[in-house]
């Protein structure tokens, strides 16, 4: 069997509880399969994945299970359970072609949420209050990268092809100093 539509993304390889898992995405469905093509995974329901994403793996800790987290295509995060039940959290309603990440960016072991939409960079906290916004002068076109100089000091990466200029910007959401650069 294939899939219903065009796949949208890279397959991936996520590995919970010795299990294996492959994700296949397309337009409309979400399959998460075994080693054999076989379907280890049903979820409780489909959701148009955002383009620009993958799946994030979130291991689990006392108050919550491991989980698959992605967005939809208005930006919905959507926590897929190995049981196949999904909870949704609306943070903010995004575009279509935004850009979303979970990374602890101020040390404190708990994942922000990191979109990027438009000329926008948002970070939300899990209780969805925002941490720090920045706007820039174009659209921001390519994923954003994050870098970890020390455990409780990640920056986050971002390229404004359209101004030709690389920042880097704090976990507080300050520009680092030396940026941005020309490039």
Not at 19 to 37: A, F, N, Q, W
Not at 97 to 110: A, L, P, V
Request: no cysteine; proline share 3%; glycine share 6%.
């Amino acid at each position: 069997e294939g899939t219903d539509q065009p796949i949208i993304a890279p397959v991936q390889y996520i590995k919970d509880n010795d299990k294996d898992y492959l994700i296949v995405t397309d337009s409309s469905r979400i399959y998460i399969l075994d080693r054999k093509g076989n379907t280890r995974l049903s979820l409780e329901n489909q959701f148009k994945a955002s383009p620009n994403n993958q799946f994030e793996y979130q291991k689990g800790n006392s108050t919550r299970k491991s989980s698959l987290v992605r967005t939809d295509i208005d930006g919905t995060i959507h926590f897929v359970s190995f049981d196949g039940s999904i909870q949704e959290l609306v943070v903010a309603n995004m575009s279509r072609n935004h850009y979303f990440n979970m990374e602890d960016i101020n040390g404190d072991n708990e994942k922000e949420f990191i979109f990027v939409d438009g000329k926008k960079l948002s970070v939300f906290s899990q209780q969805r209050k925002i941490v720090f916004e920045h706007i820039f002068s174009t659209t921001i076109k390519h994923k954003p990268a994050f870098y970890r100089f020390a455990a409780n000091q990640i920056a986050i990466g971002i390229t404004e092809s359209g101004a030709q200029r690389i920042y880097l910007i704090d976990n507080k959401g300050e520009i680092m100093d030396g940026f941005p650069l020309l490039g």
